[in-house]
């Protein structure tokens, strides 16, 4: 009965070595975000989309992209993780993006060797 | 600059008793917030909510109390019980950004038998 579920749960990549980060909603919910927690800090938004539409988070940095081929499936793209990188990537999905609650995925634990 | 605070990061209680988890913010915008629960390896999960024209809002053992002029919200869970141990954020959304949440850090709770 999952809802969001993120794949892979754990990910180990080299330094400077692409990394995809898959999300995927069988809420049919138009609002995905992906937040990154860092340990012992709190969840911290990276960017949204509302259907198509790609919002960017302004101190969001270069190194993160995002796609949305559906209105499942998002991805998270890090083109060449640092060290800094290593933290827990969390997929959101809400229906209307207002006040509604947001409905996460298990995360991916990323490790950057 | 921390939005949302939760200064205390753990609190213990005996099985049976209230457990109180203290929550601050500073932006004036905000004028919704949710608590969301998260368990070890898995994703946050919705608690529960209040708008800022309640001051109290109840759901069970669960119990969130908004105190605007003071810029704070707590949550109260009575009895707590160990199924209760987990990680507590509170979060506001910003209805502007398509409902971007910003947490708190989260406080640890841990429910003894």
């Known amino acids: 009965d999952a809802m969001v579920i993120q794949n892979p749960r754990y990910q180990v990549t080299q330094f400077g070595k692409p990394v995809t980060l898959s999300c995927s909603q069988t809420l049919n919910h138009n609002v995905m975000y992906w937040y990154q927690q860092k340990s012992s800090q709190a969840p911290k938004l990276l960017f949204h989309y509302y259907d198509k539409d790609f919002n960017n988070e302004a101190d969001t940095p270069d190194n993160f992209q995002s796609r949305r081929p559906n209105t499942s499936f998002c991805f998270l793209d890090i083109r060449s993780p640092g060290l800094g990188d290593a933290a827990m990537y969390l997929c959101a999905t809400s229906r209307t993006g207002g006040i509604g609650e947001q409905y996460f995925g298990p995360g991916t634990r990323l490790t950057v060797t | 600059d921390q939005q949302v605070k939760q200064n205390s990061p753990s609190l213990s209680v005996q099985e049976g008793r209230i457990s109180i988890l203290n929550c601050d913010y500073t932006?004036?915008?905000?004028?919704?917030f949710l608590w969301y629960k998260k368990y070890p390896a898995e994703g946050p999960t919705f608690l529960i909510s209040?708008?800022?024209?309640?001051d109290k809002n109840e759901d069970g053992r669960f119990t969130v109390f908004l105190n605007k002029s003071a810029k704070h919200l707590s949550l109260h869970i009575v009895p707590s019980q160990p199924g209760d141990s987990a990680v507590y954020f509170c979060a506001s959304p910003l209805i502007a950004s398509y409902g971007k949440l910003t947490f708190g850090q989260g406080t640890i709770l841990t429910v003894h038998p």
């Open positions: 932006n004036s915008m905000f004028d919704y």
């Open positions: 209040i708008s800022s024209i309640k």
